[in-house]
Each structure stands twice: as C-alpha cells, then as structure tokens.
C-alpha cells in the first residue's frame, strides 16, 4: 500500500486571471490524456463523498485540523462498464496524500457494506489499499452523504507528469445516502463568482510554477469541495444526510 505525496497550491481566481496562467504554464505543459481530445481539454469529475451522521469529516476540515482525511469514490463518466475509484485524501499541513483503488461499479454497494469483494487483478498493493478504505469508512462509521461534481481542465507538466495545473468550473452537488455514483440528477450548483485553480507537484516546485505565483500575485487558499457542497446544500435547504 503507497500513498502519493503530493504539494498542492490552491486558488480561486477569477476566469481571466485562471487564463493568464494558463497562457504562462503553456510551454511546461501538456493535455491531461483524460481531456487531450475534449473541448478546452476538460473533462467530467463526480465524486460521492462519504461521512458520518454528524458529518465528523467535514467539521475537521472546517476546523482545519492539521491532519485529516476524507473518503470519497470518483467516477469519470456515467457509463456502466467503467470503473469507480476509492480514494482516500490525507493532509498533512500542506502535504497531501492519497491512496487509490480501482473497482467495478457493481462491487461498491459491497465495499461500503465492509464485506469482502471479488476484487479483479487482486495485487498486493490493490489489496491493502482497498482494506484500507474499507476500515477507515467502518472506523468512522462513514455512508454515503453527497455528490459533488464539476467539469476540470487539466494539464500535466512536460518533464514531470507528477507536475500538474488545473482548472474547475461549474461546481454543483446533489445530496446522495445510496452507494451510487452518477452525473444525473437535480445538482445544486454551488456559488462562486470565481474557478478553482490548482497548481500540483510532488518534490520541488517548478521555477515556471512558481515564477507564474510570483508575476500573477496568486495568493493561495484552503478551499474544500466538499464542505462548500454541504455548505451549499444547506443553505438551499436540501438535506444532506
């Protein structure tokens, strides 16, 4: 079991600002293979959050905690025979990491029920790290409690795929209690006058990186998706778990 460490630099810009360093990182980046062929080279994220009854997960973040985690299973698209992703996110002060299992649609009603799944390709790391999210969601007693969706652009750095910019737009949430995953559905969209910019890396920040920080005067933030979606659904009334 490996968890990824990863430095991430997080923004919210308005659109012209997130352009002006799109056109900066250029010449360092390439299209994410996820949306090289798409418009704008993005791509749609959907990911089912998983929390507590008192949403335990989500008053760490908000209390910023210095170590947390959350749990979450990501899909890409909607279409039956593609894969789901459980993911634990794990921060550190300004380090995160994150473990990654791939499964099959139909098995996850099984995973979040802590039973022992068929798991194709079982490799060792596959293994352990699906054992892992499966006893951290029976350790903080966590179901299922929102969708959060958005559309991302997305580019990886020509030396370092590990390097990565992103963009996100169009943020919205639905409130979900069913072990399911999907874009469909009558999403709240969560206000923001501005995108969310993420400039990622795992050991050193590029000189263009950090030089496009410096010219631009980002100014970085801490801003979770989901404690805004709950946030969001709150405010709108709609019941979140």
């Known amino acids: ?6 430095n991430e630099n997080k923004f919210l810009v308005p659109e012209a600002v997130a352009q002006a360093v799109l056109r900066r990182v250029q010449p360092f980046v390439a299209p994410d293979p996820h949306g090289a062929h798409r418009p704008d080279h993005s791509y749609p994220i959907c990911s089912l959050y998983l929390d507590d009854g ?5 008053r760490e973040t908000v209390e910023g905690l ?5 749990l979450r299973v990501r899909a890409y698209d909607d279409e039956a025979g593609s894969p789901l992703f459980l993911e634990i996110k794990r921060r550190h002060d300004r380090v995160v990491q994150k473990l990654r299992c791939r499964i099959p649609r139909a098995l996850l009603p099984g995973v979040l029920d802590g039973g022992t ?5 079982p490799t060792r790391e596959r ?13 903080r007693r966590a179901v299922p409690t929102v969708l959060v969706r958005y559309q991302r652009q997305a580019y990886i750095g ?11 737009r169009r943020l919205c949430a639905l409130p979900m209690r069913e072990p399911v995953v999907t874009m469909q559905g009558p999403f709240v969209a969560v206000p923001n006058q501005r995108v969310i910019l993420e400039l990622k890396f795992t050991d050193r ?9 410096r010219d631009l005067e ?15 659904l709150s405010r709108f009334g709609t019941a979140a778990g």
């Open 158 to 168: 020509l030396d370092d795929p590990e390097v990565r910019v992103t963009v996100d």
């Open 66 to 70: 210095p170590y947390r985690y959350k």
């Open 127 to 139: 293994l352990a790290s699906l054992a892992e999210f499966t006893r951290l969601t029976l350790l």
């Open 205 to 213: 920040m590029p000189p263009w990186m950090a030089a496009a920080i």
């Open 117 to 121: 799944v068929p798991l194709p390709d």
């Open 218 to 232: 980002l100014h970085r933030i801490s801003y979770s998706k989901y404690c805004n979606s709950l946030d969001a």
């Open 54 to 58: 008192q949403h335990a997960l989500y």
């Open 1 to 6: 079991m490996t968890y990824r460490n990863r």
